[in-house]
């Protein structure tokens, strides 16, 4: 079995040098960690995890809970985000823990304090944050390392990877205003989650920036499945004299519901009704099954991993978290699923 003294011979570095590189300490230069990085894949290298430990204080070992049982969706978010994080992890020779816990479990501040003392894990990944995560500020207080996937708030002083949420959906609001929509419903996620106060405060912002008054009635807010979708579209459009002429979606599987419902009350896109919708890009849908076209904003999802293993890594280290924070632009996908309102509408 390869030893950090034959890795040490093969480099010509000192044992400290390439302990301290696999232990991704800052003061090693990027082009000696590379160096490291190449050897220990070459001579089959696997850390004994005791001894990283005792030399660095750290186990390599990080973590990721969430809520989580036989009624989540395959199709959802979580799961591709666990085995893309799994893979980024393991690339950096960092072994990643998953501890599920049933939903409404509630509190997991408990579960975290025995990952962290017990299980000696050295950070944690945060999904789903809300405003006011007591998460969040429980993992401050107690010094762990950890990142984000996504914000609390706008400005955060901890590691995180986002989406410019609330640009995402000032752009589909805008768009829809500027080919002459008054009535402009946004179908998304339940409340709770601080994405979709992002997202709302950029629909509103769009709408009033048009001089129109947002409507709560247009407001749909549910888990974003595609039967949800569907629920929501014939909750929206069976009433002639209050039916919006485009609706936002917040995922590509509300809006297969919402073409769905359209469908089914008669109507068209986007000859009655035009349809946007944000895409994650997620395995398990993709926008190629949408006539027309559809009109998207495109952000994949698989983007944040390497950001945040190697965030998470750094933020081990004792990186300055100010240095540990991106907001990833998203692109726009022009499609054929929207149009200017119908002459007839009210």
């Known amino acids: 079995m390869t030893t950090l003294k034959d890795l040490s011979r093969h480099l010509g570095l000192s044992v400290t040098q390439v302990s301290r590189a696999l232990n991704g300490h800052s003061d090693v230069s990027a082009r000696t960690r590379a160096r490291v990085e190449t050897a220990v894949k070459e001579l089959n ?6 001894a990283r430990r005792l030399v660095s204080g750290r186990s390599g070992v990080v973590g990721l809970v969430a809520e989580a049982g036989p009624d989540t969706p395959e199709d959802s978010v979580f799961f591709e985000t666990v085995l893309g ?9 960092i072994q990643f823990v998953l501890h599920l816990m049933p939903p409404g479990t509630g509190d997991a501040r408990p579960v975290y304090d025995r990952l962290r003392l017990g299980g000696g894990l050295d950070g944690f990944v945060l999904l789903g944050p809300c405003p006011g995560d007591p998460r969040i500020r429980h993992l401050e207080d107690s010094g762990v390392a950890f990142v984000v996937h996504g914000r ?11 989406v410019d949420n609330c640009a995402i959906l000032h752009d589909h609001a805008a768009r829809l205003a500027a ?14 989650a601080a994405f979709t106060a992002f997202r709302e405060d950029g629909y509103r912002a769009a709408l009033e920036a048009a001089g129109l008054r947002p409507d709560p009635a247009l407001v749909v807010r549910a888990p974003m499945t595609e039967g949800n979708g569907l629920v929501a579209a014939i909750r929206l459009l069976s009433d002639p004299a209050t039916r919006p002429t485009a609706i936002i979606c917040g995922n590509l599987l509300v809006a297969k519901g919402v073409f769905a419902g359209i469908r089914a009350l008669g109507l068209t896109v986007p000859g009655d009704v035009s349809v946007t919708a944000h895409d994650d890009v997620l395995r398990a849908v993709g926008a190629d099954g949408f006539a027309p076209a559809l009109h998207r904003t495109r952000a994949p999802i698989a983007d944040s991993w390497p950001h945040l293993a190697d965030f998470l890594a750094r933020a081990v280290a004792g990186e300055d978290p100010a240095a540990l924070q991106r907001v990833a632009p ?9 149009a200017p309102p119908p002459e007839n509408a009210h």
């Open 179 to 192: 080919l002459g929509h008054t009535r402009i419903a946004l179908v998304d996620a339940g409340p709770g």
């Open 152 to 162: 609390s708030h706008a400005a955060p002083p901890y590691p995180f990877f986002d």
């Open 330 to 338: 998203f692109k726009v996908i022009e499609g054929a699923s929207i």
């Open 45 to 50: 290298y696997i850390p004994n995890l005791t």
């Open 85 to 93: 994080l799994s893979g980024e992890f393991s690339r950096r020779d």
